[in-house]
Each structure stands twice: as structure tokens, then as C-alpha cells.
């Protein structure tokens, strides 16, 4: 009878210790962080998340066990322990639960790359901390009057015994962190150059070499100039590999892109045009060329119509950037000079590619080389060098001559808002009322412009609706061929 009643007692206090480790930190540690991400991605998890998840739930359990079998209670307040723990992890930190509470939270925020994740397991130590202080460490001393005060001299609150060492800790993971960081962005950058090679040729204008990429056979030249991010020189693949059947098609790597050299701190629309044109004469192009620009290509290819007018055949521009949109985002060029250098220093040291903010699915060889270079820290910095040279490139469009007036001019808009690159929402909000209006009166620039808008369709056009690209592209062509007035009429 005394037997059966013992083992009873031992069942009920280890259901009371389950229940309180899931009504606590199951819930805070596990429910809250994994419905926050939800719905999820098993694949898309980072492995680098796993190694302070691990340590936090092997810390945690520890702490559990050292409540049910040294403190004969558990974890929750409404069951306290009935001895105060000073066993197994409680011997270096007086609070290793909420230490190891928040190695969960931080291992689900880096596996997932989330800010709200990160921002909830910030707002979490806080929290904890408020608690000890405010709450259980009096409760604590009420309740062990004579073990307390011996504890709280030989162990510390979390894991610095003394403000000095907190210091000098925190002070090493300034200098440890960031080179980590370096070493960890050098090694996937020399990794990915061992395992993805460029494709086309490297072509030296002048100090500095940029990768082109040809296909196909045809007059005219139709030249893509890509978008901010990615691999330019392959992004649009469907609608280059369409087009190249009637055309020679080229796209190349701007400067600090995919396979090409870095460029200098500050990059302007007209020095991309002018290495553009360099990169024609070096290479043996022959145009004139349609240009092909998406997002911030737009500025280049704009630059490259009005500098460039003689080997310039059409402009098609796809929910891109123009110098229209320059004006609406002037009062935000101090706040970007600012921010720009952030970016660049946050990709050097491996933040960026840590957190994967674009969310680039890796199961393939094509996602892992977009994942590889996009994240690189050549293509931030030069998007970075671009933003900074925001104010030159608009005194520079207001020096250069206008776009030819019968100019065969394709304007495409997305029909869905423009999504952001992280960190630039401020940027897409000072343009979303003023992007379709813009594109409109850019159309208008020419006798032979047209502007339309693209249903179904997201900011990069060639990815989402390649077809409606493509279309443009050979009516463009074919327009060439019947005379100057063939793509309005088309379009009409």
C-alpha cells in the first residue's frame, strides 16, 4: 500500500513538473516562436540556427531535472521547489532557465531568419530580467533566508560575476563577432567561385573586367541590363532564351555584380552608361541596340538613350526606374547616404547572408549560385555605391540631352505593388503613388512610345510574366524591319 501510494506521488509530481514545463517555456520557448513563423518551411530552416537551439534545449532539460530531483518541485511559480537549487547548471548563473529560454528563441530567429523572431527573443530577455530582479530573487529571499545570501555571493545573477568582466566579455564579442563574421562571409564567397564559374567571357574595359553573356543570332542586338540584385547576367532567362531565336541577345554583370569587378565607393547612372558603351567596343558589339532594363536598370538604360542616341534601337523598360522617379524620392537621399554604408559593412561581415532576407529557396543549383551571389558583399556594396550616388545621378540626367523624339520606347508596368528590397520600404512608399504616372509620361517622351500595364504581374516583369516581355521585345524587332512608325501602329 505505502508502495503503491510512493509511486503515485512520484506519477502526480512528475505530471505537475510536464505540465509546467509546457504551460511555461514550452509554450514561450517553442508555441509562440514556431507560430510566428508559420507556416513552416522545414527546408528553408538554417542549420547555423540548430547550434544554439540544441545548446538552449540541453540546457533547459538540465535545468528541469535539477528542479524535479534537487529541488523536488518545478519550474512553474504555482509549484515552486521546495530546497533552493544550487546543483548541475545553477553553479555558474542563478537564472540558467531563462539563459537557456533565450538560446531557443535566438536558434529559431537565426534558423529562420525572422526580425520579429529576433525582436521577440530581445523583448523576452528583457522581460526576464525584470522578473529576477523585481520579483524572484525577493520571493527568494523571503522564502531561504540563511542559503540565499550564500548563494548570491558565490554565484552571479546570469553569468558575470563582476561588472568588469561583463565588460571585458562584451568587449571581446565586439572584435570575436565581426571577425567570425568576415571569415564566415570569405569562406561562402570562395566557395561559391569554386563552384559556380562564369558562364560567358570577361571582358577588360580599362582596370576593370565585366562578365557578358551572348546568345543567339540576329540583328538587332537586344542588351538586357538587370535589376539591383541577383545574377544579372542570367536573370530574365526565359525571356532571353525566347528572343534569342530572332536576335542576339546579351546581358552582362554591371560592375560589383555576379562574375565582374568590383567597382568604387559612389556609382552614378552615367558612369554605369558610359562602361556600358565601353564594354559594346571592347566586346565587338554592333549595334544599335534595344536595351532592356528592370528596376534600377532603368537609370542606366534611360543614361545610355540620351548619351548614346546613335547606337541606341528602342528602350524597354520593365516596372523600372527612370529619372522621373528621381524627384520623388529627393528628400530621402541624406537618409540613404546614411543607410548605404550600413548595408555594405552588414554584408561584409556574413549579416546579410545569415539572415537571407529575399527568403531564396537553396533545394537547386540555381537557387544556391542566386543565393550565393546575391548575398555576396560586392553586389550590396555596389548597390550601396548607387544609392550614395543618387544626387549625381540626377544632376547628371539634368545636364544629358533628352531621349530621341521618335524613339521606339516600351514602358511595362507591374500591376502588383512593388515589393521592397529589405531595409528600403521608405523608398517604395515615396514611389507607389507616383509609379504608374511616372511610367506614363516617360512613354510620352517619344513619338513611337507606348506604355502599358502587365495583369498579373510583380516588379521584376521577365520572372513573373515572361511572355508579355518577350512579346514586346519582338514587336520591337519586327518594327525595326517595317520602318520608324511600325511599333506604334503595332500597339495601336
Not at 568587449?171 to 571577425?179: D, K, N, S, T
Amino acid at each position: 500500500m505505502a508502495a503503491t501510494t510512493l509511486r503515485r506521488m512520484r506519477r502526480t509530481r512528475f505530471l505537475r513538473a510536464a505540465l509546467a514545463f509546457i504551460a511555461l517555456p514550452g509554450l514561450v520557448g517553442f508555441v509562440v516562436p514556431l507560430a510566428m513563423a508559420w507556416p513552416i518551411e522545414l527546408r528553408e530552416f538554417r542549420a547555423f540556427g540548430l547550434v544554439p537551439l540544441v545548446a538552449g534545449i540541453g540546457l533547459l532539460l538540465w535545468c528541469v531535472r535539477s528542479f524535479y530531483v534537487a529541488g523536488e518541485g518545478t519550474l512553474a511559480p504555482w509549484d515552486p521547489p521546495r530546497h533552493l537549487v544550487v546543483v548541475g547548471p545553477y553553479r555558474v548563473s542563478r537564472n540558467p532557465m531563462y539563459l537557456a529560454v533565450d538560446l531557443i528563441l535566438f536558434g529559431w530567429a537565426i534558423g529562420f531568419r525572422s526580425s520579429w523572431l529576433l525582436l521577440y527573443a530581445l523583448a523576452l530577455t528583457v522581460a526576464f530580467h525584470l522578473r529576477v530582479v523585481l520579483a524572484e530573487e525577493p520571493w527568494l529571499a523571503r522564502t531561504h533566508r540563511q542559503e540565499w545570501p550564500r548563494y548570491v555571493a558565490g554565484v552571479p545573477r546570469w553569468l558575470f560575476p563582476n561588472r568588469k568582466t561583463l565588460v571585458l566579455t562584451f568587449a571581446g564579442l565586439l572584435v570575436l563577432l565581426p571577425a567570425a563574421g568576415l571569415i564566415y562571409e570569405t569562406y561562402a564567397e570562395a566557395l561559391a567561385a569554386r563552384e559556380f564559374g562564369p558562364p560567358g567571357m570577361l571582358v577588360d574595359i580599362g582596370g576593370r573586367r565585366l562578365h557578358l553573356l551572348c546568345i543567339g543570332r540576329g540583328d538587332p542586338i537586344v542588351l538586357f541590363e538587370a535589376s539591383g540584385w541577383g545574377v544579372s547576367s542570367l536573370s530574365s532567362a526565359t525571356v532571353r532564351e525566347r528572343v534569342s531565336s530572332r536576335a542576339r541577345v546579351c546581358s552582362y554583370d554591371r560592375m560589383g555584380m555576379g562574375w565582374s569587378d568590383p567597382g568604387p565607393r559612389v556609382v552614378t547612372a552615367g558612369e554605369l552608361a558610359r562602361q556600358l558603351a565601353v564594354l559594346q567596343d571592347r566586346a565587338g558589339l554592333n549595334g544599335p541596340f534595344i536595351l532592356v532594363g528592370s528596376s534600377v536598370g532603368g537609370l542606366t538604360i534611360e543614361m545610355f538613350g540620351r548619351r548614346y542616341p546613335e547606337r541606341t534601337a528602342g528602350l524597354v523598360f520593365l516596372d523600372a526606374a527612370s529619372s522621373g522617379n528621381l524627384p520623388h524620392v529627393d528628400g530621402y537621399f541624406g537618409v540613404a547616404r546614411l543607410a548605404a554604408p550600413l548595408g555594405a559593412l552588414a554584408a561584409r561581415l556574413g549579416v546579410v547572408r545569415l539572415l537571407d532576407p529575399f527568403k531564396i529557396a537553396t533545394d537547386t543549383d540555381e537557387g544556391r549560385r542566386s543565393a550565393a551571389m546575391t548575398y555576396a558583399a560586392e553586389p550590396i556594396a555596389t548597390i550601396s555605391a548607387i544609392t550614395r550616388g543618387l544626387r549625381d545621378t540626377e544632376r547628371e540626367f539634368a545636364e544629358a540631352p533628352g531621349l530621341r523624339g521618335d524613339l521606339p520606347l516600351a514602358v511595362l508596368s507591374a500591376s502588383d505593388e512593388t515589393t521592397p528590397a529589405p531595409g528600403l520600404g521608405f523608398v517604395a512608399a515615396a514611389l507607389r503613388s507616383s509609379r504608374v504616372e511616372v511610367h506614363q509620361q516617360l512613354a510620352k517622351q517619344s513619338t513611337q512610345g507606348t506604355w502599358q500595364m502587365v495583369p498579373k504581374s510583380a516588379h521584376l516583369i521577365a520572372s513573373s510574366q515572361p511572355e508579355a516581355v518577350v512579346d514586346v521585345i519582338l514587336r520591337m524587332i519586327d518594327a525595326r524591319g517595317r520602318g520608324s512608325d511600325g511599333l506604334a501602329t503595332a500597339e495601336r
